[in-house]
């Protein structure tokens, strides 16, 4: 492993995303450090959602290259892959099995067998606290619930980096204390790194060792979120930050396809 | 490869687990043979006009009716995968390092039990309306593999479409666009030699014909087979395992 490979868990050189004219990524210079949760931050458009897509390998970059977990996500997928969880902006438990059954069909994706399937499954339903609904159809559960599962079921393998986008989006505040524990356990217990992206500036201040906040595709800014501030102003909080570094444009409320699938998962939560 | 035989088997579970639990599209597609069986062809075996050798038209139709069922309820299959690509389940599933082609192989074999399920409907409607069935093992069990790899085949087809066209309303719009050519530019409900040529061209490229033919063979007392059964089978396995190698490229492209 690099000494480069050592110190990050995710490092991505000029990444680049182009879409016919639109360049959705430009640029992108990134080192997000082992065990650290890292959050990703800018308006609708901005890119979060595209880089997440090439560093899970769901998508090809036009340019640069990334490693995440030592692997290079364009040369080795599959070794990515084994190593990596993901947690989609959208709601992706399956509503028509149970949570065991959710559970059960990723553990064999990921190879796991026999007894040892089992017990991570068992701890999975510990961990997301669905135990007793276990045998129970998805598509009755709460928003807090399937989020919880769908943790579960991201990291019931054990892997070293965790992406998780937009999270808690359409949760009441709850539910989604109750994720961001799961995720802050998932960092001391496992040191697991962990990259979501948000628009919850609460979210990232609460959750995040570091942040980096895109503007149209490029890394306007990356720091603590205590740095951050503090290049902004003496009294600047992160609402002040994301405005500052990404100008006006969160009134322009970004893109189609991004309000759709934001309105699918509120739509899905009720 | 026993890797490859977990995954397979971890996708058609949950494929067959949703299907128990949501009976009703079986229902559904069962009402269609329902009325070509009953209906139809209970008429147009008094009409006499086609002819179908020593068989009755009934018969003869009986495993084109079979064919047609499999066709229609696998060729809308992959409005369920834009289903789950609109819900993330897709990029879910992608991210893990399940081989891409066993993701495929695992829908497309529960789509194949669903076809299992279609055929029972017909055989009851078959035999409530006196079609002469052939109950051998060897019949039954041809019938079997047949109804699978048809099923196969089509909602494999399916999945290639929902890949290239990612939007259900276009989906549905080629779905119904697809169907009924494929079925009558077929030997479903009338032989080959009744045929114009280019029509005969088009049907002998085009598998639900050699689906057909090994029913007709299997199925039914005194039915014949125009090609050797090896042979369709292996135009049928050829078919399915060049959509296989299609679908298994284009699926990664639905969570882009």
């Known amino acids: 492993m690099s000494a480069s490979a050592e110190l990050f868990a995710i490092a991505t050189s000029r990444l680049g995303k182009r879409f016919d004219q639109i360049m959705a990524l430009d640029g992108l210079d990134l080192g997000v450090a082992r065990g650290i949760i890292f959050g990703l931050l800018g308006p609708n458009g901005a890119g979060k959602s595209t880089a997440i897509k090439i560093l899970t390998t769901l998508l090809d970059a036009s340019g640069g290259s990334a490693q995440v977990a030592g692997f290079d996500v364009a040369k080795e997928p599959v070794e990515v892959r084994r190593r990596i969880g993901y947690v989609p902006q959208l709601l992706s438990a399956d509503g028509a099995l149970t949570a065991t059954e959710n559970l059960n069909l990723s553990a064999r994706l990921y190879g796991l067998r026999g007894a040892e399937r089992a017990a991570r499954v068992r701890d999975a339903l510990a961990f997301a606290g669905l135990d007793g609904v276990a045998d129970k159809l998805v598509r009755t559960y709460s928003g807090g619930m399937v989020r919880r599962l769908e943790i579960a079921q991201a990291t019931l393998h054990g892997p070293e980096v965790l992406f998780l986008d937009e999270p808690t989006s359409g949760l009441d505040p709850v539910a989604r204390h109750t994720v961001w524990d799961r995720l802050l356990e998932l960092r001391r217990s496992r040191g697991m790194t962990i990259l979501i992206t948000t628009h919850d500036m609460e979210e990232a201040d609460v959750l995040c060792d570091e942040l980096a906040i895109l503007h149209r595709g490029r890394l306007a800014a990356v720091g603590s979120p205590a740095a951050l501030k503090a290049q902004v102003g003496p009294e600047a909080d992160l609402e002040d930050v994301f405005a500052h570094f990404s100008g006006a444009v969160m009134d322009q409320g970004g893109r189609f396809r991004d309000i759709r699938e934001s309105r699918g998962t509120l739509q899905r939560l009720g | ?256």
């Open chain 2, 1 to 256: 490869m026993r890797a490859y035989a977990i995954e397979t088997a971890a996708v058609a579970d949950a494929e067959v687990r949703k299907l128990m639990r949501d009976p009703t599209e079986l229902m559904s597609r069962a009402v269609q043979p329902v009325l070509w069986l009953a209906i139809f062809g209970q008429v147009f075996s008094q009409v006499r006009g086609i002819p179908t050798g020593s068989l009755r038209y009934l018969d003869f139709m009986a495993p084109g009716i079979l064919a047609q069922s499999i066709l229609f309820s696998a060729i809308f299959y992959g409005i369920s995968v834009i289903w789950e690509r609109d819900l993330g389940i897709v990029h879910k599933i992608l991210v893990t390092p399940a081989h891409r082609s066993a993701l495929v192989l695992g829908k497309a074999i529960a789509s194949g039990l669903r076809g299992l399920v279609q055929a029972v409907v017909v055989y009851g409607v078959a035999v409530a309306t006196d079609v002469d069935i052939q109950w051998t093992p060897a019949g039954v069990l041809t019938v079997v593999l047949a109804v699978v790899l048809g099923s196969c085949i089509f909602s494999t087809f399916s999945l290639v479409i929902a890949c290239i066209v990612k939007t259900r309303e276009r989906f549905m719009g080629i779905g119904q666009v697809l169907t009924m050519p494929l079925f009558f530019a077929s030997n479903a409900i009338y032989p080959l030699d009744l045929m114009p040529g280019w029509l005969r061209t088009v049907a002998l490229a085009n598998p639900l014909t050699y689906l057909v033919d090994v029913l007709r063979g299997a199925m039914i007392v005194g039915g014949t087979s125009v090609h050797a059964w090896t042979t369709s089978f292996a135009v049928l396995l050829g078919v399915f395992l060049a959509l296989l190698a299609l679908a298994a490229h284009l699926y990664p492209g639905l969570a882009r």
